[in-house]
């Protein structure tokens, strides 16, 4: 087993922590969690029950799935600041705190609410970010997670993703299909698009306005591109033969899809508004799964060519590929992280179809999961996070895992089996 | 002697019996030759013409019982083409049938046919697309090698996401790899 695994999962400082949010049509589980996390106390804000949620179990939730942070419990402390100047550092201290946030809501001008918080480092006294928001009371799930990204940021140095929105598919039933967009913690979940043939690999565009997908309502695989805000959608790929697997470029403006009207599947590139297609990749076998690298250079892409499916990279005008995966007979899926600095992917081993990171700088790749039949890795914008499609019980589950495989969330649905999961850009 | 009398009139009755015309299948041939003047005069556009001998499928089949493709005595009615693990190649035993949905696509040059690949469950969903894809192109270039016009066939793949079994045994993998062969206005 690598060793990083026996070091984060197996030793004993695993702390199993079983925090449900039941958000919407999907079910968050925390499970797992790293050493050398920070201690963090996240006291009641005041009168934060009058907003639907709350905000600390939210912002709690969101902490809890980076694997970074441990949590104080606040009940094992006797003091219930508001405020930073009531806030008693030796009681905190006492606990193990390294950092405290305190907050308070109150009625703003017109129905609008006020939420003030900061964070304090607990040893030191400092503050170390905090803030004043004006909002919406239907707003207040969003200023959450807004918070949260603050907490994360101030703590790690990294931009946080609780902001952010995943898309993905479930499948109710042989004959019915749902593409759906939803918040990164799986609430607010909304249908783009009902079927009752699949729909497969959907693929958000840069800005996140757009998502692309593959749809079999014509009785074969043909890519759409989607506005999320509109619904309005136009095929963008239907020539004879089979269309699938769309790639954005960074930019927005062209995608990578596979056809294969010259007889196999081979990559494309066309305009994010259709039209004609230019052949990128060159070979009998069978290309597919483009991804572009963070920089748009470069597309990864997987390919039989030598047999079983392995990873290559070509330029992105297309051109000559290098091999990029040299063990085990079937490695696919190529993820680039946003920020260039790995590539995750799925290999089959043993018949088991397992995620593996590969961090670009040491070459070194290891499993991030443990489950059996995992599919379509997406990394989170920061490149700290990954979702995936898994199968647990017989259904198809979601999960979020940390990049050093640590620490997982499971989202899970009563509708079907979910999967084909992705995950959406910062907002802007 | 008279048992001598009886077994001779025996052996020539049983010679005569022998030298009838056996019951064999009815002369498929002689059916549409029937349907030239007859039954098929609408779909045909002349006796040698673009509808050929049996019309667009609506003509009498081998016994009479109507549409050849669905006739479940004809080789026409089975569609599928089953395939080995990470294998898109045909195998012999399913030779004959893509040879006689070609010689029937011949035949019906107004007829269409979408060939559609599958594969097994597990694996990544596109790369499973591809060899869906590969084992739909498989059998069309049969076809076409044979001599069926390219504008007759069309190749598509389902991958793994239309299983016709649902289970996780080698019994449902096997089931699901496969090409089937799909007519225009099925």
Same mark, same amino acid.
């Given at each position: ?17 079983? /925090? ?6 999907l ?16 006291p ?9 949620? *709350? ?50 809501v109150?009625?703003g ?18 503050r ?12 207040s ?15 790690? *140095?990294?931009k ?14 042989a ?5 759906q967009?939803?918040? #990164?913690d799986?609430?607010n979940g ?14 958000w ?7 692309a997908? =593959? ?6 695989? =043909? ?31 062209? /995608?990578?899809? =596979? ?29 597919t ?7 748009g ?39 680039p ?6 590539l #995750? ?8 179809f397992?995620?593996? =990171? ?6 070194? #790749? ?19 996070? /990954? ?9 198809g589950v ?7 495989g ?13 999967r ?9 | ?17 022998a030298? !009838? ?8 041939n ?23 001998l ?5 003509g ?18 089975k569609? !599928? ?20 949905h ?8 107004t ?5 559609q690949g599958?594969?097994?469950?597990r ?27 390219e ?36």
């Open positions: 087993m690598p060793k990083f695994l026996f070091h984060y999962v197996l030793l004993p400082l695993l702390l199993l922590c079983s /925090l449900s949010v039941r958000a919407n049509d079910t968050i589980e925390v499970v797992g969690g790293g050493t050398n996390r920070h201690a963090i106390a996240l009641e804000f005041g009168l934060e029950s009058a907003l639907p949620g *709350g905000l600390t179990p939210i912002i709690q939730s969101d902490l809890a799935r980076t694997g970074v942070f441990s949590f104080v419990d606040p009940n094992k402390v006797n003091n219930r600041p508001i405020d930073p100047a009531q806030i008693d550092y030796p009681a905190w201290l006492g606990a193990g705190t390294m950092s405290i946030a305190v907050g308070k109150t009625a001008a017109g129905g609008t609410i006020t939420v003030e918080f900061h964070l304090f480092d607990a040893a030191r006294k400092t170390l970010t905090g803030a004043s928001f004006s909002i919406q009371p239907n707003q799930r969003q200023l959450a997670h807004r918070i949260a990204d603050m907490i994360y940021e101030a703590i790690t *140095g990294k946080g993703i609780f902001g952010t929105r995943i898309a993905y598919v479930i499948k109710h039933s004959n019915s299909y749902s593409l967009v939803a918040d #990164a799986g609430a909304f249908t783009l698009l009902r079927s009752s043939e699949p729909i497969i690999s959907p693929a565009s840069p800005e996140g306005g757009r998502l997908y =593959v749809s079999f309502e014509s009785k074969k695989p =043909v890519v759409y591109v989607h506005d999320v805000s509109s619904g309005s959608r136009r095929a963008v790929a239907n020539f004879k033969g089979s269309n699938s697997a769309p790639a954005w470029s960074p930019d927005g403006s062209r /995608l990578a899809v =596979v056809l294969t009207r010259d007889g196999h599947s081979q990559i494309y590139a066309v305009s994010a508004n259709g039209g004609e297609a230019v052949r990128l990749s060159n070979s009998n076998a069978i290309d799964e483009p991804a572009y690298s963070a920089d250079s470069r597309i990864y892409f997987t390919s039989d060519r030598a047999g079983g499916p392995q990873i290559y990279v070509m330029g992105a005008g297309g051109g000559s590929a290098q091999r990029v995966t040299f063990e085990g007979n079937y490695n696919v899926s190529p993820t992280a946003p920020d260039g600095t790995a #995750a992917f799925v290999r089959r081993e043993a018949g088991r397992r995620v593996m =990171v590969q961090e670009t700088a040491t070459g070194q #790749a290891n499993y991030v999961t443990d489950t059996h039949y995992d599919e379509s890795p997406s990394f989170a914008p920061n490149g700290q996070m /990954l979702v995936y499609a898994s199968e647990q019980g017989g259904r979601l999960f979020t895992v940390t990049r050093d640590s620490t997982k969330t499971r989202l899970t649905t009563s509708g079907g089996d979910i084909a999961p992705v995950w959406g850009p910062y907002p802007r | 002697m008279m048992w001598k009398k009886v077994l001779l009139a025996a052996m020539v009755a049983g010679s005569l019996a030298c !009838s015309s056996p019951k064999g299948p009815t002369d498929p002689a059916a549409g030759a029937a349907g030239m003047n007859g039954k098929n005069g609408a779909n045909a556009s002349g006796m040698y013409g673009q509808g050929g049996n019309g667009s499928g609506n009498m089949g081998a016994d009479g019982s109507g549409n050849p493709l669905t006739d479940p005595k004809s080789v026409l009615s569609r !599928s083409v089953f395939f080995d693990f990470d294998s898109s190649l045909v195998k012999d035993e399913y030779k004959p049938l893509v040879q006689a070609s010689e029937f696509l011949k035949k019906n040059q007829r269409k046919v979408i060939i599958n594969t097994d469950v694996g990544s969903s596109e790369y499973n697309l591809a060899l869906g894809q590969r084992r739909a192109e498989s059998v069309k270039s049969m076809m076409r090698v044979i001599g069926v016009p504008n007759q066939l069309e190749a598509v793949s389902y991958g793994k996401e239309k299983p016709r079994a649902t289970g996780m045994g080698e019994a449902d993998h096997a089931q699901n790899r496969r090409s089937d062969i799909v007519y225009d206005g099925e």
